[in-house]
DNA sequence: ACCTTAACTTAGTATCGTAGCC
DNA sequence: GGCTACGATACTAAGTTAAGGT
């Protein structure tokens, strides 16, 4: 969700609702941009696996490095999972390495610096587009939402009770089983089965069978990784190379190889035709019987992966990582800097850390006279760190506030966010003007003019302040609060809608201000500007035509009336 | 103590979809 | 049916914050 002051609490409640309400026309919307994302991830997707090889070996090396550090100084339980994140994916690396060097300078070559990082298990072989948790979950139905929104902790307590429940259960259906439906045991074991309760629930009317149909997104396979040159393929006792889709499709065969059905004749047979279709005219020519075939090694190959896999401890096995809550992360290839892709503002996730933000903002509320008062004290320490601290602290709370007089002016003039200069007269009081004048002696302009604050010492002491307090904090709160002035004072009960409405928007435009937010004009404001200045043209000229012969309708009307009279 | 980085938030522009108008 | 305006959504650069590294 944007904008600090667009969202107070019970907007927040609002747009949840508004989902609920909506879900109908939501899902056909979803489904339809699902379905498009789709195309697009497929394709993304396969632009990955295009790239993951670029890979750097610097980036494994890094990693590698940290791990020593790690392991030296016993680190925290995160980091151990981190490692094992990192450790799984460097042996995908190196497998993927592996797949051929020719590849990994073509793909060089191309944009991606690091193969993305997919949150999934190794176990899995299908990919996801998209990826398991809905990218956009935006219009998930409400019973669903709600089912993954209570619960914080899942006590384990309340797990055994169900286990127990469940077990119980299941004894007494056993028990009731082979009764007669119709007895009240019956009844009985009905309820207990709430397979048929359901299916009770979901009938429709004669004919129909269904109402909507919610797409979760195709499950793609994985692009097949070629076997490792070491791996021989033998047909009629002499090695040979196959092309790389006629070699996916005899691992299909050769990872059955210890299967009945492989000695079957219309299994083989029907196999073979199939193979078939795949091969080169060459390895069709050359390949004319299956029993010819020898797949042993590609068989052993994937019967050593497989136990592999069986060795690894159960963490390896759990790839994900539920400390975090992006979906996938890769490396960007111009500033090395991580993207993420993460879940949609409307998810779980983000709406109740948004919820939590506000809460936090009505944490500061109770306590931020005192705050105030306290860094008002702490202008007149005795300690420079402190005084520093306090008039920091002043100009991350302070918005605006008008004084009286404008005796104490400060200038700020400094390179804002974008680049955008940030310039301002802002009035503040005595002491912090007195303040930063004593700051400033004996330093020359490139010096720091709070020399003796960093923003560790400043955080601690927002901690100490209120758990969870954070400069961001006093923005939220400060544009929070002032959009409930604004309404309060804008707006009155007997207003109509279109009224209310304005009153709204001047209200959120005074926390725009405070806020500092700007925007370019769109593109096609001058435009428009122009269509509506034409219309209001136009319309004075209709006005004053309508004026013309309303006068002399008039004149007409006098004359005619005293001609009657006459 | 200072610097770097991972993970997340904020806030901007771009684009899409659709209602309403002609 | 085309055009426009406008709200909703998508996308993403550039912030913040906390934790880790040097």
């Known amino acids: 969700m944007s904008g600090d002051h667009l969202h107070n609490d019970s907007q927040i409640e609002a747009d949840f609702r508004l989902n609920d309400s909506h879900k109908h026309k939501d899902k056909h919307k ?83 610096s690091s193969p993305p990082r997919i949150k999934d298990e190794p176990e899995d072989d299908g990919y996801f587009a998209p990826p398991k948790e809905d990218i956009k979950p935006l219009k998930r139905l409400r019973d669903e939402d709600d089912a993954d929104y209570k ?56 004919g129909i069978k269904w109402k909507f149909l919610e797409h979760k997104g195709p499950v793609f396979a994985p692009p097949y990784e070629p076997l490792p040159e070491s791996v021989k393929f033998y047909y009629d006792g002499k090695v040979m190379k196959l092309s790389p889709k006629a070699e996916e499709v005899a691992t299909f065969f050769a990872k059955m190889l210890d299967h009945e059905y492989t000695t079957k004749e219309i299994f083989r047979k029907n196999f073979f035709k199939d193979w078939r279709k795949e091969m080169t005219n060459d390895e069709k020519n050359t390949i004319t019987n299956l ?192 959009l409930q002035q604004q309404l309060k004072e804008l707006t009155a009960p007997d207003e109509n809608v279109p009224a209310k409405i304005l009153s709204y928007n001047r209200a959120n435009r005074a926390v725009a201000i405070l806020c500092n937010h700007q925007r370019a004009p769109p593109k096609t404001f001058e435009k428009s500007m122009m269509n509506l200045q034409s219309k209001i043209d136009a319309k004075k000229d209709q006005l004053a035509d309508a004026r013309r012969d309303l006068k002399s309708a008039k004149a007409d009307a006098k004359v005619m009336k005293d001609a009657k009279t006459k």
């Open 30 to 112: 979803d489904r339809e941009h699902r379905h498009k994302e789709h195309k697009k991830d497929k394709d993304k997707d396969r632009e990955k696996s295009k790239h993951s090889n670029s890979e750097h070996k610097d980036s494994e090396k890094k990693h590698k490095e940290k791990e020593k550090t790690k392991h030296k100084d016993g680190s925290s339980e995160k980091h151990k999972d981190k490692h094992k994140d990192r450790d799984k994916e460097r042996r995908k690396e190196e497998k993927i390495r592996a797949a051929g060097d020719a590849k990994i300078k073509k793909e060089k070559e191309n944009g991606f």
């Open 151 to 206: 619960p914080k902790k899942i006590k384990t307590e309340d797990i055994k009770k169900e286990k127990k429940r469940k077990s119980e259960e299941e004894e007494v259906i056993w028990n009731l089983i082979g009764e007669d439906l119709f007895t009240k045991q019956g009844d009985h074991l009905m309820s207990l089965c709430h397979v048929f309760e359901r299916w009770e629930e979901e009938r429709y009317p004669e």
């Open 291 to 482: 029993s010819k075939c020898d797949f042993t090694q590609m068989s052993q190959y994937f019967k050593a992966q497989s136990e592999a896999r069986k060795q690894m401890s159960k963490e390896e096995k759990l790839v994900h990582d539920n400390k975090v809550t992006w979906l996938v992360s890769w490396t960007e290839n111009i500033q090395g800097s991580i993207k993420y892709i993460m879940l949609n503002p409307s998810s779980r996730i983000k709406g109740e850390k948004d919820w939590q933000k506000y809460e936090t903002a009505r944490r500061l509320k109770k306590c931020v006279d005192k705050i105030r008062n306290q860094y008002r004290e702490d202008w007149k320490s005795k300690e420079m760190k402190v005084r520093q601290r306090a008039v920091a602290l002043y100009f991350i709370d302070k918005v605006g506030t008008e004084l009286d007089g404008q005796e104490y002016v400060v200038e700020f003039d400094f390179p804002g966010k974008d680049s955008i200069r940030y310039y301002n007269k802002v009035p503040v009081e005595k002491r912090v003007f007195k303040n930063l004048q004593l700051f400033m002696e004996n330093k020359q302009p490139e010096d720091d003019l709070f020399d003796r604050l960093n923003t560790g010492i400043l955080n601690k002491h927002l901690q100490d302040l209120m758990e969870g307090l954070t400069a961001k904090v006093f923005r939220t709160y400060n544009a929070s609060i002032t």
